[in-house]
T-cell receptor, first 118, second 111 residues
């Protein structure tokens, strides 16, 4: 069964340091999402890509966060500099491509990267 | 006020019980509804995906949508200890793939 891959699974970093997360979506999935999930809460969208283009980054803190998907396949999310409040689970998800029935809304998530900023 | 409200629990029931999990939402633009199961320190796993009002059944799981009341439910029959997890409702608006999640309900099934 195809899965979304993410690495690393766990990351501990000191505040003010840079950190990067990697995601490889399910093969053939053109839409890719990055979510942040704070403990005890539901995931919140940070950025959505359609192929290599950003569709929605309205909730991405652009002063410190950046995301790219240069070839429209895998993606990297970067935080620089990291702050204590960035401690959370960072989840990547992807959606199947559009069919004759229209947009596919269901999303498939990877295992996440748990970030701890000290 | 959050767009999607979900009681965080925790909810604890004996094995074999029927479990009812619920979410309410405020925006009638939501048209697509999903339930995810999330085990501790794992990513969410898609359980159910529904579009219209009514019921959808898959094994021991039944998803119910009442758009007139802006209320969705997930029922788990013959609950098992392996069902112990956090259950997240999520929904999307027509034409926008962004999912808006509830807070999640933490469920424990006791043997």
């Amino acid at each position: 069964e195809a899965e979304v891959a993410q690495s690393p699974r766990y990351k501990i970093t000191e505040k003010s340091q840079a950190v990067a997360f990697w995601c490889d979506p399910i093969s053939g999935h053109a839409t890719l999402y990055w979510y942040r999930q704070i403990l005890g809460q539901g995931p919140e969208l940070l950025v959505q890509f359609q192929d290599e283009s950003v569709v929605d980054d309205s909730q991405l803190p652009k002063d410190r966060f950046s995301a790219e998907r240069l070839k429209g396949v895998d993606s990297t999310l970067k935080i620089q500099p990291a702050e204590l409040g960035d401690s959370a689970m960072y989840l990547c998800a992807s959606s199947p491509p559009r069919t004759s029935g229209g947009i596919r809304y269901e999303q498939y998530f990877g295992p996440g990267t748990r970030l701890t900023v000290t | 006020q959050k767009e999607v409200e979900q009681d965080p629990g925790p909810l604890s029931v004996p094995e074999g019980a029927i479990v009812s999990l619920n979410c309410t939402y405020s925006n009638s633009a939501f048209q697509y509804f999903m339930w995810y199961r999330q085990y501790s320190r794992k990513g969410p796993e898609l359980l159910m995906y529904t579009y219209s009002s009514g019921n959808k059944e898959d094994g021991r799981f039944t998803a119910q949508v009442d758009k007139s009341s802006k209320y969705i439910s997930l029922f788990i029959r013959d609950s098992q200890p392996s069902d112990s997890a956090t259950y997240l409702c999520a929904m999307a608006k027509q034409g926008a793939q962004k999912l808006v999640f509830g807070q999640g309900t933490r469920l424990t099934i006791n043997p």
